[in-house]
């Protein structure tokens, strides 16, 4: 699970894995606007009331203090002197960001970026109401469609936009309405169990693609409201890929994060609470730009790291595991393989550790069976192979037969060749040892012994 950034989140790799074949969707909420001064929905309510001149009264408060932002909006529209257009005319005031700098818009040009796949298509969905997205595509001469909320596409295969699930805020000719924005507890009961539009795009999206959410809070109303819906598809029978979402934790509450986020089905991929969420727009950012560079970025990342090994094998090493990420592709292998000087031996520790399992099939081009196979384990340097390679392959065997090697293979074994003549080749990751036994593959049963500890 690779981090982009020193003390960033471990993004899975089965998530790259996913982006990579663009199967990915970021569905992005408030949190991604944070660096442009914009409010969350407690933030948003607490400026409404204030805007507005308004004490919340007593069932009002009620509703904030349990979170339930919505129903306090809505509560708001139907006792306030000029109602629901006089709120929504402030709520407008408070998201409208009089001066962007490059720096406040970084994550949305970010998101677009990773949003775009390899046919170039853009399929990005947020809940926010801003136009800092707009604002992007603009500045960049981007050509993306956008639909905003009611009128959404079809969340399928030949989707290629920007959806605004709940509504955009008009621009200069006012336009979209403003009074279609999904923001009060009777807008989300319209929009997900009455009429249901959004709803149903959820659903379809959610079984169509693989959805990571971005800038959401655990207790986030909007969140609540999406997996509720996931949740009455999975009582029909229905079982959609799965998701993910990026969520924070204070010190000491990692632990309580992971099981809240694990509760609604989503897998978290968590960071540390620091600076207004840091290490998310770091990451996001620096994603975009390995993303964007693509095989050059992973062969920066060979050229960056490949001189000094990680101390230990260990998976949880951050070095190690962005490496092992960049060398599944066959042109940063070549590059790590064809470094001078060779890189030290020290990686075999790192490359030999059976860290993987069935999961992580899918990113060396194996598919999974339906069933995971909880027992399965294996290394960059000895794996499991598609159909057309069977058997495993590995880098060596005992003369039984063995599968072809695939490219990234095969740069793998070319530089472990280089080290043939090496005396100190015993001496590698600190206080390991490998043998050739140890890449030993008996035909499918393969006892595979990894990195062995020193005596």
């Not at 340097?381 to 090697?405: F, I, K, N, Q, V």
């Amino acid at each position: 699970m690779p981090a982009f950034v020193a003390n960033g989140p471990d993004i899975p790799e089965r998530l790259l894995q996913a982006h990579e074949d663009g199967r990915v969707v970021f569905f992005c909420g408030a949190g991604i606007s944070y660096p442009a001064g914009l409010p969350g929905f407690s933030g948003l309510v607490r400026d409404l009331y204030s805007d507005l001149g308004q004490e919340p009264t007593a069932v009002q408060q009620a509703a904030i203090d349990e979170g339930r932002y919505d129903t306090a909006i809505g509560l708001l529209e139907a006792e306030y002197i000029g109602g629901r257009d006089a709120v929504r005319e402030a709520i407008e005031k408070i998201l409208t960001v009089a001066s962007i700098k490059p720096a406040t818009v970084a994550t949305h040009e970010a998101l677009l970026k990773l949003a775009t796949n390899p046919e170039g298509k853009i399929r990005l969905v947020t809940t926010n109401f801003d136009r800092l997205f707009e604002h992007v595509i603009q500045q960049s001469g981007l050509s993306v469609e956008t639909f905003p909320a009611p009128l959404l596409p079809i969340p399928k295969n030949t989707w290629n936009g920007l959806v605004y699930l709940h509504g955009l805020l008009p621009d200069s000719n006012g336009k979209p309405d403003r009074s279609r924005l999904v923001v009060s507890s009777g807008d989300f009961g319209l929009a997900y169990l009455v009429e249901r539009w959004a709803s149903r795009f959820v659903s379809t999206l959610f079984r169509n693609f693989t959805v990571c959410f971005v800038g959401y809070s655990i207790n986030d109303p909007v969140l609540r409201y999406m997996t509720d819906a996931l949740a009455a598809d999975r009582q029909l029978g229905e079982h959609p890929p799965e998701m993910f979402a990026f969520g924070s934790y204070s010190k000491g509450k990692q632990i309580q994060a992971e099981e809240e986020w694990r509760a609604k089905n989503v897998t978290p991929i968590l960071y540390r609470n620091y600076s207004k969420h840091a290490y998310l727009h770091r990451t996001l950012k620096e994603w975009a730009k390995t993303y964007r560079d693509g095989v050059r970025g992973k062969e920066m990342i060979v050229v960056q790291h490949a001189a000094t090994p990680p101390l230990s094998s260990s998976p949880s090493d951050y070095i190690a595991k962005r490496m092992l990420w960049a060398l599944t592709d066959e042109l940063a292998a070549r590059r790590f393989a064809n470094l001078d000087p060779v890189p030290p031996l020290g990686w075999l520790g790192p490359l030999a550790n059976a860290q993987f399992d069935h999961k992580d099939l899918p990113r060396f081009g194996v598919t999974p069976n339906d069933k995971p196979d909880d027992k399965l384990r294996f290394s960059h340097l000895r794996r499991p192979t598609p159909y057309e390679r069977a058997p495993w392959m590995c880098l060596a065997d005992a003369g039984m037969p063995s599968s072809t090697m695939d490219p990234a293979m095969s740069q793998l074994a070319y530089w472990l060749s280089r080290h043939l003549d090496d005396p100190g080749g015993a001496s590698m990751a600190g206080q390991t040892r490998w043998t050739p036994e140890s890449a030993i593959c008996r035909h499918h049963s393969c006892p595979y012994d990894g990195v062995r500890q020193a005596d």
